[in-house]
């Protein structure tokens, strides 16, 4: 059975920083790309960043470029998010994501944590 299991949520002050992990268990997915979504309140679930299997290419949104970063730790099945200088904006449910089949993309057959929540006060 797959599992991802995000941690790393929390309260922080505007201009801070929260460090996102999401460990996924019952398969390996090193070869297979990963990502973080977000969803707000009233909103849709939204791209914030992926990282693509084997060659760790990464894209991000073009809302958190330049202020998040999202890596991988293949040998922990481990995928992360470093959120750096956050606005109110940022607040939402951050759920991790990992593609079954594919290296470069997140395909509607992910599989999906079950979120934490990042709360930017201002």
Do not use: H
């Amino acid at each position: 059975q797959v599992q991802l299991v995000e941690s790393g949520g929390g309260l922080v002050q505007a201009g801070g920083s929260l460090r996102l992990s999401c460990a996924a268990s019952g398969r390996t997915f090193s070869k297979n790309a990963m990502g973080w979504f977000r969803q707000a309140p009233g909103k849709e679930r939204e791209f914030v960043a992926t990282i693509t299997g084997s060659d760790s290419m990464t894209n991000y949104a073009d809302s958190v470029k330049g202020r998040f970063t999202i890596s991988r730790d293949s040998a922990k099945n481990t995928v992360y998010l470093q959120m750096n200088n956050l606005n109110p904006e940022d607040t939402a449910v951050y759920y991790c994501a990992a593609d079954p089949l594919y290296s470069r993309s997140i395909t509607m057959n992910a599989y999906w944590g079950q979120g934490t929540q990042v709360t930017v006060s201002s």
